[in-house]
């Protein structure tokens, strides 16, 4: 497809409009028109017998549930490629409108009903066009076909304006700020109050970057206010938007920084916190200023469910913490206020049922201890101190090996073979058990060992009729001790302990 390949009236009709469109200051493509259709589809009649497959004959359209309509495959005057994404389109774009209602479809499939679904189709239509448009108005039509396919071409201005060493004067410049105005706008049109549907967006982390590589300090201004009537939920951005920081007075990231939380740390706790520690990092002594905006993210961490008394258990069982939280919150609240850093660790280990100690505060505390930046923070050393504390405890208990065969055991059943089992496991003298039963019985018992922490190995003697499970005793316990030892001396020593307190 391309100008040259246009025959007879087609090629009359882009001659002229081709003229017309250089007089008008206009842009003209030649592209491909494609419209897909679907929805549900009627019996025609001819569909008689039972053991008939239905043709498409058989079939005719009833109703359309769903249309797409796109332009795509573009090409320019000149035969040369052209980057314009696939964009959308409407019927009385036409010219002539009857000229939409003339298209044939090249595709129509029709399915028989299955089940509760009846009988449906698809079909397609494709047509070559001519596309015309003002060239004023040539980037908010290419910013129609949506934010990820605009991005790449905004993108292509940055690098070209870069290379090109060129001011914010040059026109390179004045389109790629254009385009983002018109991807801004978009952002922030769609789900500013609705969070959670902002949840499910691709990330504005390339967008920002492209931004402040322009040093577009218009438009970084509009995103910050953005954030502040929406809120902030992606901490991958986090990175980026600080980076933009620097484009915008700081007390419009204090106020953005408050109303934002105010929205959104209730459901997005992690990502505040990493944008809190992020600025304090990039803006240490300006950092007092977010005191608010880090009493606003304190209110809001998991742990004391009086705290969030309109919540059900289970609401608040879905409120989970990492290590790398843990981290944020201290390290960003001891440059903002330390008596507030005192007051998150001591709720941290109040709430051990929440912030665990071996899987989040122990973790974050090895990473932090190995940052140069925060390891000797006081509230960094006092984590320190209450970890080493909780492992000691750990490493002091005697560890030996089992003194004779008799096992722990937590069995709650009373059947008649888990009564067996738990006669088995208290005996001192009995290294196995035999129980030869129908695999029902066999299988049950092996679940129950399954699920309580008993030092037995199962394996299934198939000799005879009914097979005997074999039930031996191990020392499966005793080992996992000697493991989390040398895990747990291994951690003292990264920890920096001496083993003098």
């Not at 796109?70 to 959308?88: A, C, F, M, Q, V």
């Not at 036409?94 to 129509?108: G, K, L």
């Not at 299955?114 to 070559?128: C, D, I, L, P, W």
């Not at 007092?288 to 469910?305: E, K, M, R, Y």
């Amino acid at each position: 497809m391309g100008f040259d390949a246009l025959k007879n009236a087609d090629a009359a009709v882009a001659e002229v409009l081709v003229a017309a469109a250089e007089q008008a200051d206009c842009d003209i493509h030649l592209a491909l028109v494609s419209v897909e259709e679907s929805g549900s589809a009627e019996y025609s009649g001819g569909y008689g017998g039972h053991w008939d497959e239905p043709e498409d004959d058989d079939f005719e359209v009833d109703e359309v549930f769903e249309r797409t309509e796109t332009i795509s495959e573009w090409r320019r005057r000149d035969g040369k490629p052209s980057p314009l994404p696939t964009l959308p389109f409407s019927e009385h774009e036409f010219c002539p409108t009857a000229a939409y209602e003339a298209i044939e479809p090249d595709e129509v499939e029709f399915q028989e009903a299955t089940g509760n679904a009846g009988a449906s189709f698809e079909r397609t239509y494709q047509a070559a066009a001519l596309v015309v448009w003002p060239k004023a108005f040539n980037l908010a039509i290419i910013n129609q076909a949506g934010f990820a396919a605009t991005l790449p071409v905004l993108r292509d201005f940055c690098q070209r304006w870069e290379d090109a060493g060129q001011d914010q004067n040059s026109s390179l410049w004045q389109d790629a700020h254009t385009l983002a105005g018109y991807m801004l706008r978009d952002i922030f049109r769609e789900n500013t109050n609705n969070p959670n549907g902002h949840q499910s967006r691709s990330s504005d982390r390339e967008f920002l970057e492209c931004l402040f590589r322009l040093q577009d300090s218009h438009c970084v201004n509009g995103y910050w206010q953005g954030i502040a009537k929406r809120g902030f939920y992606q901490k991958k951005d986090s990175a980026a938007l600080v980076q933009t920081a620097t484009l915008v007075p700081w007390p419009n990231v204090v106020s953005t920084l408050e109303q934002a939380f105010s929205l959104s740390a209730a459901k997005a706790y992690q990502d505040c916190a990493a944008l809190l520690a992020d600025l304090c990092v990039a803006e240490p002594n300006a950092a007092p200023d977010l005191n608010n905006a880090a009493q606003i993210l304190w209110a809001t961490l998991p742990g004391d469910p009086q705290r969030f008394p309109e919540l059900q258990p289970w609401e608040r069982g879905r409120m989970t913490v990492n290590d790398e939280l843990v981290a944020n919150i201290l390290t960003g609240f001891s440059a903002i206020n330390t008596e507030l850093a005192d007051n998150a660790l001591a709720y941290f280990l109040a709430w051990p049922a929440v912030y665990d100690v071996d899987r989040v505060l122990v973790a974050a505390a090895l990473s932090l201890t190995q940052s140069e930046l925060y390891r000797n923070l006081p509230v960094i050393t006092r984590l320190r101190t209450a970890v080493i504390k909780h492992i000691n405890v750990r490493v002091r208990m005697a560890l030996e090996p089992p003194a004779d065969w008799r096992r722990g055991s937590q069995i709650k059943c009373s059947c008649q073979d888990c009564t067996a089992l738990k006669l088995f496991l208290d005996d001192p003298t009995q290294p196995k058990w035999y129980l030869k039963a129908v695999e029902a019985r066999r299988k049950h018992v092996e679940q129950i060992i399954k699920q309580h922490p008993n030092d037995v190995n199962c394996a299934t003697q198939r000799i005879g009729s009914p097979h005997t499970l074999i039930c031996t005793k191990n020392q499966a316990s005793y080992l996992r001790r000697v493991d989390q030892r040398t895990q747990d001396l291994n951690m003292l020593t990264s920890l920096g302990y001496d083993g003098q307190s």
